[in-house]
T-cell receptor
Framework: DAGVIQSPRHEVTEMGQEVTLRCKPISGHNSLFWYRQTMMRGLELLIYFNNNVPIDDSGMPEDRFSAKMPNASFSTLKIQPSEPRDSAVYFC???????????FGEGSWLTVV | AQSVTQPDIHITVSEGASLELRCNYSYGATPYLFWYVQSPGQGLQLLLKYFSGDTLVQGIKGFEAEFKRSQSSFNLRKPSVHWSDAAEYFCAGGGSNYKLTFGKGTLLTVNP
């Protein structure tokens, strides 16, 4: 069974450019998460969707970040404009529902120069 | 507030030695507890989980963890470490909602 699929795996972009990260959750999972991992702050929850609806976006750093989930099998995390401090690993994860095990994708390694 | 603490930032063990990674939690009720492992350049892989029932939980790759309510702990153990176990290990806790709180991680180095 396929796990959570993320793309791109690695991206290097220049400051000011738009970055779009993509995620396909595990089929049948109703909950989708975007996390960010940095050395300084560890793993942070950015946003949580349940049944394609954003439930908690309190972790989104600022207006430059936006996330969408147009259907049950696809989500995007967009950063516009990007800044060097956005350099991090961004993980998408999914779960059968609240209170269940969360399964992580391989991550998108973002470097903003 | 809910929290998960991993007291050890970095642990070094010799191959073949036993291993115990510590995790302490602070929750109002019994939390759901997880251990994840992250190899360099990889995502987080679930090792094991505790929701309820038997307090000794078996996981993949020969790992086990024991939930001790009296000590608010969920330590990860392995009787004999292999070089391939070198990675970063994350303890996480959650409840019946969606929120999962992660510890800062413990980096495991395995000496030959």
């Amino acid at each position: 069974d396929a796990g959570v699929i993320q793309s791109p795996r690695h991206e290097v972009t220049e400051m000011g450019q738009e970055v779009t990260l993509r995620c396909k959750p595990i089929s049948g999972h109703n909950s989708l998460f975007w996390y960010r991992q940095t050395m300084m702050r560890g793993l942070e929850l950015l946003i949580y969707f349940n049944n394609n609806v954003p439930i908690d976006d309190s972790g989104m750093p600022e207006d430059r970040f936006s996330a969408k989930m147009p259907n049950a099998s696809f989500s995007t995390l967009k950063i516009q404009p990007s800044e060097p401090r956005d350099s991090a690993v961004y993980f998408c994860a999914s779960s059968p529902g609240p209170g269940n095990t969360i399964y992580f994708g391989e991550g998108s390694w973002l470097t903003v120069v | 507030a809910q929290s998960v603490t991993q007291p050890d930032i970095h642990i070094t063990v010799s191959e073949g030695a036993s291993l115990e990674l510590r995790c302490n939690y602070s929750y109002g009720a019994t939390p759901y507890l997880f251990w994840y492992v992250q190899s360099p350049g990889q995502g987080l892989q679930l090792l094991l989980k505790y929701f309820s029932g038997d307090t000794l939980v078996q996981g993949i790759k020969g790992f086990e963890a024991e939930f001790k309510r009296s000590q608010s702990s969920f330590n990860l153990r392995k009787p004999s470490v292999h070089w391939s176990d070198a990675a970063e290990y994350f303890c996480a806790g959650g409840g019946s909602n969606y929120k999962l709180t992660f510890g800062k991680g413990t980096l495991l180095t395995v000496n030959p």
